[in-house]
């Protein structure tokens, strides 16, 4: 029998911020989340990855390329002549016969129930006639304008509203020639997009109740530049992050805006490589500074006069040694100069971090791919406790998964039941040490080469089994652990939570075994009487007995979180856990 207990498992309170998330630009991921219909408006030219899960039908984006009368054109990328970035589309069409000919790009979805806002900078020299956009599949055109470009850059718009859906059609730029036409930021936004965001991302991370998403990542090590993502988003330089030609859109504070859109607070990891501690103070006022500061009044001028009040703050991603260490405090001291309310967060702790920036961390960050847990922790609150000379700083995991590498087929693991088992595991294992253990960012939010919690193409969304795992943790988990007597055995990991209201107990059981488990439950210490308890179970809908199965585009729900009900006639009865399954049970507290 396994008794749940009135006694607290540890003195600390469960988090929120323990079923965080992560986003990071890095080849497609932000882009995945992005509205934008087209790749490379700027038309820089599109990189190839740096990685790959299957090379030979990985997720490719789509260039643009020359159509029409290509014989007749010369197409050239202009560097003197350009809105932003390296290079500007040039075509040129020399005098002779009319011809018509243009640059294309195939593969978007559209939908004649969501318009889109079309909108490009546009010059020209020399053409009689307008410039056509036009979507459409092979010859049957679903939306099409004109435009009348001038001898100076405009940005020319137009709303496009399709007669027929597709998921793979072509937008088409064309002109009848002779004549010269230049191009650069191109764009087909949805009107469904929620700030620039796709509408079914931000509703599926809302309902996952993240509570806090980390942006950094590899992208912040290096030459990043923070600045180079805000302001006028035609007037940004693109960048690439492991291959990937990142939607200038899509910058820094539009991911702190896409944080509050889904209920969730941002956690900006600043650059420590090639950075000083005046250009970190600087990150930090222009997104909490008032107006009357230098870096509040640049973000006023970009269109957001309130401050962001971003409180978490960590500094460097992934370093550590004698540099570092040396470094910090210095950085730390002026990030709090700029915002003495904010929240710092080492990189990497070791006894010469904690030792040398004590007065000034609130949290030490390690990272946790495939190992760590309960030793890891035990270790560093020795280790906090020491060095730290009674401040109370805690631990914040941010990035954490089974694994980080993995590439090739090997990485199909995380798109898995044992993934979501796993980090279901490890999140009973932080509930037991959330005494020390506040923030934790399991990578990756999206995409990610299987990592995402949430896969999507070009139009559709499924959601992981990690996904429906991490979901009934942050909906339905107390806020108490509890102490659970008795042996517990046969491939089960468990966790019980007291709600904050005390009104339930939820317990939830991993099963990572093949077998079905049967166990004896006590809830007596919560009340006499029976009751009907409220059930959810992540598990494979097959029962294949497989612990690799996943969803996929065309079965996105084979594993999910499942509703049930189990009548217990007292509080002591018996709970059957299924092979390879997560369950949760609620036992209504009775008075």
């Not at 260039?63 to 197409?75: D, E, L, V």
């Not at 979507?135 to 709303?159: G, M």
């Not at 932080?430 to 990756?444: G, T, Y």
């Not at 004896?520 to 494979?540: C, K, N, P, R, Y």
Request: charged share 20%; hydrophobic share 35%.
């Amino acid at each position: 029998m396994l008794r749940i207990t009135t006694e607290p498992l540890c003195p600390g309170t469960i988090s929120p911020y323990q079923y965080g998330q992560f986003v990071e630009h890095l080849c497609d991921l932000v882009t995945a989340m992005w509205a934008e219909k087209l790749y490379d408006g700027s038309f820089e030219g599109l990189r190839p990855y740096g990685v790959a899960f299957l090379k030979e039908t990985d997720f490719k984006e789509k260039p643009w390329h020359p159509s029409g009368a290509t014989n007749r054109g010369k197409y050239t990328l202009d560097k003197a002549t350009k809105i932003s970035g390296e290079v500007s589309q040039k075509i040129e069409v020399p005098g002779g016969a009319p011809c018509t000919l243009g640059i294309s790009q195939d593969g978007l979805a559209v939908d004649p129930a969501d318009p889109c806002a079309f909108s490009c900078f546009m010059k020209q020299q020399g053409l009689a006639g307008p410039v056509t956009v036009k979507v459409h599949v092979e010859n049957k055109v679903l939306a099409s304008c004109e435009f009348q470009p001038k001898e100076d850059w405009q940005k020319l718009r137009a709303k496009l509203t399709f007669a027929a859906g597709a998921t793979a059609a072509t937008l088409t730029i064309s002109f009848r020639g002779p004549g010269v036409l230049w191009l650069d930021n191109a764009s087909l936004m949805p009107e469904s997009a929620v700030g620039g965001w796709r509408r079914d991302v931000v509703e599926a991370v809302r309902a996952a109740k993240p509570g806090i998403i980390r942006y950094g990542g590899s992208q912040v090590k290096g030459d990043f530049d923070w600045r180079s993502t805000l302001g006028d988003p035609d007037l940004r330089k693109p960048f690439t992050a492991w291959g990937g030609l990142q939607q200038a859109g899509a910058g820094l504070e539009e991911i702190v805006q896409f944080c509050r859109l889904v209920d969730a607070e941002p956690l900006i990891c600043v650059r420590f490589e090639k950075n000083t501690p005046q250009e970190a103070a600087a990150q930090v006022e222009y997104f909490n500074g008032s107006v009357e500061t230098p870096m509040g009044a640049l973000r006023a001028k970009n269109g957001h006069p309130e401050p962001y009040k971003v409180k978490y703050w960590q500094v460097g991603n992934e370093v550590d040694g004698t540099d570092y260490a040396a470094r910090l405090p210095a950085l730390c001291e002026a990030m709090k100069k700029s915002d003495p309310n904010i929240l710092l967060m080492s990189s990497y702790p070791s006894e010469a971090v904690i030792t040398g920036a004590r007065e000034y961390l609130d949290y030490v960050c390690p990272h946790h791919y495939g190992h760590g847990g309960d030793a890891d922790f035990v270790a560093l609150a020795k280790l906090i406790e020491k060095c730290a000379q009674g401040r109370k700083i805690k631990i914040g995991v941010t990035e954490w998964n089974s694994t980080a590498g993995d590439f090739g087929p090997g990485r199909a693991k995380l798109l898995s039941l044992e993934n979501a088992l796993y980090c279901s595991r490890y999140h009973n294992c932080m509930h037991r040490h959330c005494d020390v253990v506040e923030i934790a960012n399991r990578s990756n939010l999206i995409n990610s080469f299987c990592s995402g919690f949430i896969q999507t193409d070009r139009y559709r969304l499924y959601k992981t089994p990690t996904y429906y795992a991490q979901q009934l943790y942050a909906v339905h988990a107390g806020v108490q652990p509890l102490k659970v007597e008795g042996t517990v055995g046969g491939g089960l990991d468990l966790s019980a939570t007291l709600s904050g209201d005390k009104e339930k107990v939820v317990l939830f059981a991993v099963n990572s075994s093949l077998n079905t488990v049967a166990r004896e439950l006590d809830f007596s210490a919560f009340g006499q009487a029976g009751q009907e308890v409220q059930t959810w179970t992540v598990a494979d809908r097959e029962q294949a007995g497989e612990p690799d199965v996943a969803n996929s585009f065309g079965d996105p729900e084979r594993v999910a979180t499942r509703p049930g009900t189990l009548k217990a006639a007292t509080p002591k009865f018996e709970c059957v856990f299924p092979a390879l399954s997560l369950t949760a049970l609620e036992w209504k507290v009775q008075r």
